[in-house]
């Protein structure tokens, strides 16, 4: 008996020699036909019309995603957050940061082409990879950043953004949205067992664009803009306006009141409330600095404007104050000192009665992309906040640590 099987050779096997030309031949067609998508560093010319300035582009790769940024030098920097989303031949399809809406790239070896689409214009692209350039440890420390509550809270196929969680920390609400933010729905997650639930639409939304919740830090009262009609209108309007709710004994929201004493004829939105129900929102109204500012109004309903201090021609946005007003916590397109990226996350305390000189947050909450919606939770220990670094949009938290102290 033989104790191993003896090979012998087989149609299959005689035939090798004869087809092994023919596979070679279509793996070098199909090879020489593939994406050559490459991580590293490209660097790029920018046409729009008869204007070409350069940019750059650099991508990481995980897994078989690719994330990474596009740099456009527009006088300053412009950054535009990438992901791959889809592949057709030799074209690669990224999702994007807000403003840009839409990038296809086609890789041929160590070249591509593509065009990008940014406020409402096509941008042509065409580089060549660098040989032996590396992506910055900036960005990679920035994308490494894991969205909070991933599959639940973040990971959704709509944005998510501006979130804002009740005293005990044992529920989450904030925005969600489509791509171009044309309809925003507040929705509601609860904590289950250390679990996220399934985000679900809040019993005051859904119908008209609603956005960002502010839960006051009592937790009986609850904030957020929305373009439902106001008392006596039956059209939904074309800006926000900021509404409250108190909550009723048994725990539920009570109707929702639209705050005239607030409300202009233009944006009003992105509120937080102190312990001493002062309410610092975000306005484009006439009167401003310039662009988006923020706001504080009394109690006893004095408005105003927070000043050079905070304010600049430029926007300021999405402020999260304190319980006790003792710092701020704001978003600004402004270049300041300690800029990252497009908008980015800053902090200001009050000394005696002044804001001090607005300190950026740093990497890696702020970004190459857009940072805003900032919320701490009521113990103190954590900052959550809305980046756009891995489009379209979502919502991450880091410990606080020395973030909020003065220096």
Known sequence: MEKFPVARRSPMTDAVPAVAPLIAALCTFACANSPTLVDGVYEVEASVGEATVPAQLELIKEGAEYRGRLTVMLGSPFHVALGSSSLTGDTVSFSTSSPATSLALTFRNDT?????????????????R?????????LEQQVALAPFAQGAV????????????????????????????????????????????QPEVSTFSGTHSDRSPA??????????????????QTDARESYDLWEMVSDPDGSWGEPRHMSEINSTSSDYQPSVTVDDALYFTSDREGGLGGQDIYLAHPGGRIE??????????????????????????STSANREGHVGNDDIYVSFNQDG??????????????????????VSRDGEYLYFTSDRHPPTDIYRVEVRDLLTRR
């Open 354 to 375: 002044e804001w001090t000189e607005p300190r950026n947050l740093g990497q890696p909450i702020n970004s190459f992309a857009n940072e805003y919606g900032a919320f």
């Open 112 to 128: 591509l082409r593509g065009q990008l689409m940014l406020g409402g214009r096509a941008v042509d692209l065409i580089g060549t």
């Open 305 to 330: 404007n927070l000043g050079a201090k905070i304010n600049t021609d430029q926007d300021e946005m999405s402020a999260f104050i304190s319980p006790d007003a003792s710092y701020i916590i704001f």
């Open 215 to 232: 839960v006051s830090p009592s937790g009986t009262q609850l904030v957020f803009a929305s373009k439902r009609p106001t008392p006596g």
């Open 154 to 197: 973040s990971d959704l196929d709509r944005g998510a953004a501006f979130p804002s969680l009740t005293p005990e920390g044992t529920e989450i609400y904030f925005s969600s949205f489509d791509a171009d933010f044309g309809f925003q729905t507040i929705v509601v997650s609860h904590l289950q067992d250390g679990v996220w639930t």
């Open 130 to 138: 660098v040989e032996g350039a590396i992506v910055s440890s900036a």
